[in-house]
């Protein structure tokens, strides 16, 4: 969006028609509220910016089908200017109408009609540059389907719009719809306008309306309607003074019969703006961060850039976009409905006052008349910025231009106040409700994403902190490695052509985050289906399972109106974290990803693991869900916004430290439950702490040795030097690495058939990572004192032979032979006390050739558990 400068933040509000409570589709589901429709619909005008039309910003649905919308206001309007200037040059009346002209031909190019012009919605800038208002009212509204009052003025309506009646789009009662107005409709109603400004006086103001109906209609039987306009209202002699080729505008925007009146885009190459178009450059579409395009191409700097802090009065919230303005001044304390209130705008009333009108048989009537608070009140509140000022007066001029490559630039070092930089130290809920802090991470990313993809490092470093809500769609682009022209590519896939698929698709929609409003929206599952369907369609060695379309939901709701970046980061996240799973026979990569996940909560909760193995509480009855929808089908999306800002960071087998991190949420309650209650338990997942479960399974993910999680059906090796293989950066040690990702090496280690992974409790790590352990239990003793024990027990099996021809330094030796029988029973527990002592550690089992890793795996965690050492995690080493 643009700059705000000298616009202001302008509210207004109607009703949608409401729908019957006990009717319901042919699908058999309740039928949409038309405010739900209005919704979707709006969502496109948020991307229609010119600099003829004010800008969209937001809407809000409140009680009742009310309506609230935000946008860009100024105000001053043509009625002002006619009121200001008693008589108005020819050469002004042509710069308005061909700036009028600029923003009609705009919307026309988007399928759009304005439908309502009127001297009040045509504002002017501080510059005194036309701006249409209200020009998406007749979009959004379905043609005036969804409300219960006419779109349009009559003294502006055209002719063949007056023609059509009063007849109520979609009423079945009055036989065929009427036709929506096409482009012709506003020449027309801005031929009035023009005239108006010409004659210095309003038409047909005075006169009924049934009167003002008549008189338009019978000036189809002439030919000069100016010059019959002109007598009429007693303005003859103004008009005959005008230059002839003003007079030829009007005729032509006042031309009655729709086939011979021009439409916009004819008339701005019409001769009449020959002296006019000269003085206004062609409007360029910004480029988006995602094109072939240059973004950089027109740039240009300040010759002194120190010079763009100097001024201490300077406006630097004028600079940024609107919907930024929008977004902090919600966060300062904002509210839609109190503003409108407090202009009397929305007013209240009691009960008794709203009862229904009713009929008597001698014809006398009760109660209350038609409620005129939900016909169209087409005033627009101006919203105050003091309390967003003043919240934001003590943040300095530099922070509005951050220096991306200075140290000194970072959040804790760079704002003037102290209480900023104690912001990040506190829980993400609140740090998203600051207003000064929200600031400076909106700043800070947008300069970053504009320089994406050079900067996707420090995207990376600053989304390690958190990522703003207003920008997280972008920002997860990024962070997904999203480039080139991904609208070309999805523009090229057919998502039209009937397939095998589609009667599914249209089966799941329905039912995917239908509490939320704009997903519920009929906007909103045609963009889920051609999203969906792009997907199938481009990936043939893939099928749809069902769950899909729950992955689907975060992207299009942070992308709602780009559904081709939608689409791009839902291709680049099911490599990365689903690899294989939507192929048509994906059992082998489902199990193989269940039995690491299961040997993870050996890892990290061994009572919990075998408690549930005791029960028969397998991962199979409660984690394909999770794993299948990366967690969306388990949360709504407040919470997958905060899950995910964290996932994206991590590699492949981050989602294994969810749902370890969700287990141990929900522990006590499954260690103190049988099967039973365990799965009535899972049927209603209880209130899981987000934020508490994004920081264990971050500590989770950092100790959990990388060769832990190795699975042979996960994404191939990417080159080295990816950014995502380090996601955590600094705070990770070397865990937070992608073993899929790391060079072949003697030592690494071996794929298992599935078989022999299932018969191993504890995950397998690599020599790479023993050798890592030792290292990192060394530099341990180093920096802490002596008594410090190690981080881990590496306990060798091999015979006592083996053994002594060489081992790792500090390990133990256990023999296999002498603590089991032959036959696998535990005949005793030998090293006790040493065991004991490492309580809450890792113990590393190391054995001799892969054949006998399952049983060392069992001995491993028989005498964790034998031995009453309730924390220790095992890990069986192939040597």
Not at 79 to 95: A, H, M, W
Not at 795 to 811: A, Q, T, Y
Request: hydrophobic share 40%.
């Amino acid at each position: 969006m643009r700059p705000l400068r000298d616009a202001q933040l302008g509210a207004f509000t109607f009703f949608a028609s409401a729908l019957p409570h006990d009717v319901c589709g042919s699908n058999g589901l309740p039928l949409t509220p038309n405010s739900i429709k209005i919704l979707g619909r709006f969502q496109l005008l948020k991307t229609i910016t010119h600099p003829r039309l004010c800008q969209y910003v937001d809407i809000s649905r409140g009680k009742h089908e009310r309506l609230v919308v935000v946008t860009e206001h100024y105000e001053s309007s043509l009625n002002d200017f006619q009121k200001q200037v008693q008589t108005v040059s020819p050469e002004r009346v042509l710069q308005i109408a061909y700036e009028a002209l600029e923003g009609l031909e705009f919307m026309n190019k988007h399928g759009m009609v304005h439908r309502a012009l009127n001297a009040q919605n045509v504002l002017m800038d501080g510059k005194g540059k036309v701006k249409l208002a209200k020009f998406g009212l007749y979009y959004m509204t379905d043609h005036g389907a969804d409300v219960d009052f006419p779109i349009g003025y009559p003294s502006y309506l055209a002719p063949e719009v007056i023609a059509q009646g009063s007849v109520h789009p979609r009423d079945p009662s009055q036989g065929e719809n009427p036709l929506p107005s096409g482009p012709k409709t506003d020449v027309w109603s801005l031929g009035v306008l023009l005239f108006e400004l010409c004659a210095g006086r309003r038409l047909l103001q005075n006169i009924e309306i049934s009167e003002r109906l008549k008189f338009i209609i019978t000036l189809g039987c002439i030919d000069d309607i100016v010059t019959v306009l002109a007598e009429e209202h007693g303005c003859l002699d103004a008009i005959r003074e005008l230059p002839e080729n003003v007079l030829t505008l009007l005729r032509k925007c006042l031309t009655f019969l729709p086939s011979r009146r021009p439409t916009p885009a004819e008339l701005l190459v019409d001769p009449v703006f020959e002296g006019v178009s000269c003085l206004y450059a062609p409007f360029q579409q910004p480029v988006g961060l995602f094109s072939s395009s240059l973004r950089c191409a027109h740039l240009e700097l300040p010759e002194d850039i120190s010079q763009l802090c100097k001024d201490d009065d300077e406006e630097y919230l004028g600079e940024r976009a609107i919907d930024e303005v929008y977004h902090l001044w919600c966060l300062a304390g904002g509210d839609l409905e109190k503003e409108l209130t407090n202009k009397e705008i929305i007013q209240s009333k009691p009960p008794v006052c709203t009862l229904p009108n009713f009929l008597l048989e001698d014809g006398e009537s009760f109660g209350q008349g038609r409620d005129r608070s939900f016909l169209l009140d087409d005033t627009t509140v101006t919203l105050s910025l003091c309390q967003l000022k003043n919240r934001l007066k003590d943040v300095a001029g530099e922070a509005y231009y951050p220096l991306l490559e200075d140290e000194q630039s970072s959040l804790s070092q760079s704002n003037s106040s102290n209480e900023l930089s104690c912001t990040v130290m506190l829980p993400l809920i609140i740090r998203e409700r600051d207003t000064e802090y929200q600031l400076i991470r909106i700043i800070l990313f947008d300069r970053l994403l504009k320089a994406y993809p050079y900067k996707k490092n420090l995207v990376w470093k600053e989304a390690r902190v958190d990522i703003p809500p207003l920008i997280r769609g972008l920002a997860w682009a990024a962070l997904l490695g999203v480039e080139g022209d991904i609208q070309a590519k999805y523009d090229s896939i057919d998502k039209d052509t009937p397939i095998p698929t589609d009667r599914q698709i249209e089966v799941d929609i329905p039912r995917c985050h239908q509490y939320d409003e704009l997903l519920s929206s009929p906007q909103g599952h045609r963009k889920f289906r051609r999203v969906l369907k792009a997907w199938v369609v481009s990936h043939p060695d893939l099928v749809y399972w069902q769950g899909l379309d729950s992955l689907c939901a975060p992207f299009l709701w942070l992308n709602f109106n780009n559904e081709a970046l939608a689409y791009a980061c839902m291709s680049a996240f099911i490599p990365k974290y689903l690899y294989n799973f939507f192929l048509k026979d994906n059992s082998h990569v489902i199990q193989e990803y269940l039995t690491v996940f299961s040997q993870m909560i050996a890892f990290h909760d061994p009572e919990l693991s075998n408690h549930l193995n005791e029960i028969g509480f397998i991962p199979d009855l409660y984690a394909i869900p999770w794993f299948l929808t990366m967690f969306t089908h388990v949360f709504p999306l407040h919470k997958i916004f905060h899950l995910w800002d964290t996932l994206l960071l991590g590699n492949s087998s981050f989602p294994f430290c969810i749902g370890v991190a969700i287990l141990q949420q929900l522990r006590d309650r499954l260690l103190a439950n049988g099967f039973n209650e365990c799965i009535l338990l899972f049927s209603d997942l209880p209130e899981i702490d987000i934020e508490r479960c994004v920081r264990e399974s971050i500590n989770l993910f950092c100790w959990t040795p990388k060769s832990a999680t190795y699975r042979q059906h996960a994404q191939p090796p990417k080159a080295q030097g990816d950014a995502s293989t380090n996601g955590f950066g600094k705070t990770a040690n070397y865990y937070s690495s992608d073993y899929q990702d790391m060079p072949k090496t003697d030592l690494s280690r071996e794929p298992l058939e599935l078989s022999d992974l299932k018969a191993e409790v504890s995950p397998r790590i690599s020599a790479e990572d023993l050798i890592d352990l030792c290292e990192l239990s060394v530099g341990g003793q180093t920096k802490r004192s002596k008594a410090s024990k190690p981080k881990i027990l590496a306990v060798d099996i091999r015979s006592i032979e083996d053994f002594g021809r060489g081992h790792i330094s500090g390990s133990i030796s256990i023999p296999y032979s002498t603590a089991f029988s032959p036959d696998g029973e535990l005949v005793q527990c030998p090293a006790t006390g040493t065991l004991q002592s490492f309580r809450g550690r890792v113990i590393v089992v190391i054995s001799h050739a892969m054949k006998s890793a399952a049983m060392t795996s069992t001995l491993s965690h028989t005498e964790v558990m034998d031995c009453s050492i309730r924390q220790e995690s095992s890990l069986c080493f192939p040597h």
